[in-house]
């Protein structure tokens, strides 16, 4: 078939266009240049009271991640015990197709041990279509804690919660360990007031946290109980990413609802 000069642009912007959102909408994963050592005083970690999280997430999270209604991908938490370790893994993965040919892929994997409700390391891979960065922090006997990112290394006074976001201590910090770089960024949390959201099981009610900061344009929501329910960013190309709870610890929601008002 023959193809016009006006039919080739339209169908390199169609390939190009959706490839620009994607690599702009992971920001800052790309490691730069290493810069002098950075060290953060984070002071005393402060956190909400929260439950076991096998109490929270009896059978892990699951989230559904859209982008103008359509899925795009998903994101897992799982936890498991190692004596009196916590074994948090988290895996997060995007795929788009154009043509049904996959022409991005995103994917992160981290795994960090928690002992005693503080965090002793966190390793990460993070893939962004081919382009690979390694995250490894970790607390040392003396309390400080270390990582290597994007902006060089960071030494913090005190150990730092990383963006996995199932523990809701993240949001009282003035510092957490950016899982997608390795810096550690300087946030300030703002809290936004109790909303009702969906999830795949129906409604709920949940407490809005904005992030402003090195770490911006994030929106997580915690129910009461202090559950990981919902998230939405912006990316730097303007794009809105929604994660939909599919399971997140909040059991047949709608049949609660329905025998309340019995």
């Avoid at 912007?13 to 800052?28: E, H, T």
């Avoid at 015990?81 to 995103?106: H, M, P």
């Avoid at 090195?214 to 990316?235: A, C, I, P, Q, S």
């Amino acid at each position: 078939m023959f193809m016009t000069k006006k039919n080739h642009r339209i169908l390199r912007n169609y390939i190009w266009i959706p490839l620009l959102y994607l690599i702009g909408m992971m920001s800052l994963v790309i490691p730069g240049s290493p810069s002098a050592q950075t060290l953060f005083e984070v002071g005393p970690v402060t956190s909400h009271e929260s439950a076991d999280p096998f109490i929270l997430y009896p059978v892990g999270l699951k989230f559904d991640v859209f982008r103008k209604g359509t899925r795009v991908g998903s994101h897992k938490v799982s936890f498991g015990r190692d004596g009196d370790q916590l074994i948090v893994e988290s895996e997060f993965k995007l795929k788009v197709k154009v043509f049904f040919v996959t022409a991005y892929k995103f994917v992160f994997e981290a795994t960090g041990i928690w002992q005693g409700g503080a965090l002793v390391s966190i390793k990460g891979n993070v893939n962004d279509n081919g382009k690979k960065i390694k995250i490894d922090a970790y607390r040392d006997d003396d309390g400080k804690f270390f990582t290597t990112g994007k902006k060089g290394e960071f030494v913090a006074d005190s150990w730092v919660y990383p963006t996995t976001h199932w523990n809701i201590g993240s949001v009282d910090q003035s510092a957490v360990l950016n899982m997608l770089t390795g810096n550690l960024d300087k946030v300030l949390v703002r809290r936004l007031g109790i909303e009702t959201i969906e999830t795949l099981t129906g409604s709920l009610e949940a407490e809005k946290f904005e992030y402003t900061g090195d770490l911006r344009d994030t929106n997580v929501w915690y129910d009461r109980e202090g559950r990981w329910v919902k998230m939405v960013f912006t990316t730097k190309s303007g794009e809105t990413i929604e994660y939909v709870c599919r399971e997140c610890g909040v059991v047949n929601i709608i049949d609660q609802a329905s025998a309340s008002e019995l």
